[in-house]
């Protein structure tokens, strides 16, 4: 089967159509999709007739899939515990009104990378429309490896080395959730490395985005405003392109060759709902269980 592949950018994003990713795939099938990954970052499949089991089978050709905690006493949602929701429904399927969960989430719309707060970093999210807004709703991605490879090389040499930290609570905290800076301190953080080697393709990317709290040995100030300056370089026109959803696209991207954010649309009154897949980078299959569990046992409410 010969993948039609269109390119959105030219170095970054691609409409990917030719092939049924609802069946079972052959050798090469998955080969050349995973290619397209390395190669394009972000890769769009539309209409694909994907259901919860055939979602969840299509992801393992990426690697291990993370996997949201149990409920105590509950089956996983949707029978699979690699789905986690995302949308701004609640789990009894109704329009979330809690101001503190709406809060939690418009956290998504500032440029992130998704689970850059763990220590184990993800690498492909792959996201299925089931329901969207008439209006808005689009996720918008940047272009992390050019945006790296395009700075000026003072730029690259005064970020070569730096490491830094990205918490989740600090990103809540940029979108308005009130935590205080000692809270958001002694909360949960992971350290990566600013500038990373994407393994598929060889080339280098920027690991920032709005988890990204503090670069490590640098004054709180100064760090924040480098972070500021590189996430305002990475997501300059040429980088960023949007996909405007319909029931049943598929959109993969590599957390480790871009940024994404959730575009706006009337919370309040439209539902959108997707349900996603995570990979994790370099993980085997056998990984037990998932650190999702203690992370997310911190209260989400506002008035936390
Ligand atoms: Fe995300």
């Not at 769009?44 to 409920?71: K, M, Q």
């Not at 029931?247 to 349900?275: K, T």
Request: with cysteine; net charge negative.
């Amino acid at each position: 089967m010969t993948l039609t592949i269109k390119p959105i950018l030219p170095r970054f994003g691609a409409e990917v159509s030719g092939v049924d990713i609802s069946k079972p795939l052959d050798e090469a099938t998955r080969a050349a999709i995973v290619a397209a990954m390395d190669r394009w970052g972000v890769c769009v499949y539309r209409n694909t007739g994907l259901d919860n089991d055939s979602h969840v089978e299509f992801s393992r050709i990426f690697g291990y899939l993370e996997r949201a905690p149990l409920r105590p006493g509950k089956a996983p949602r949707h029978g699979h515990r690699e789905l986690f929701d995302a949308g701004n429904l609640d789990p009894s399927g109704a329009i979330l009104q809690d101001e503190g969960m709406l809060l939690h989430k418009r956290g998504d719309r500032l440029w992130h990378t998704d689970s850059s707060f763990m220590e184990l970093r993800s690498s492909y999210s792959l996201l299925l429309a089931h329901e969207v807004p008439k209006e808005g709703g689009e996720t918008w991605f940047a272009d992390t490896r050019s945006a790296y490879e395009d700075l000026p090389q003072p730029m690259k040499d005064r970020i070569a080395g730096l490491e830094v930290i990205h918490s989740l609570w600090w990103s809540r905290k940029l979108a308005g959730v009130p935590l205080t800076e000692e809270e958001v301190d002694e909360r949960s953080s992971a350290r990566h490395p600013l500038v990373l080697r994407h393994i598929g393709s060889g080339r280098d990317a920027l690991y920032i985005a709005a988890h990204a709290r503090d670069i490590v040995g640098m004054d709180r100030d100064e760090g924040r405003a480098l972070i500021r300056e590189l996430l305002d370089w990475a997501t300059q026109p040429q980088y960023i392109f949007s996909v405007k959803w319909q029931p049943g696209d598929l959109v993969i991207w590599d957390n480790l060759a871009s940024m994404h954010r959730g575009g706006y649309f009337d919370e309040r009154n439209e539902r959108r709902y997707m349900r996603r897949t995570t990979v994790r980078e370099g993980v085997p299959p056998e990984q037990p269980d998932d650190p999702f569990a203690e992370l997310l046992s911190f209260p989400l409410k506002a008035t936390a």
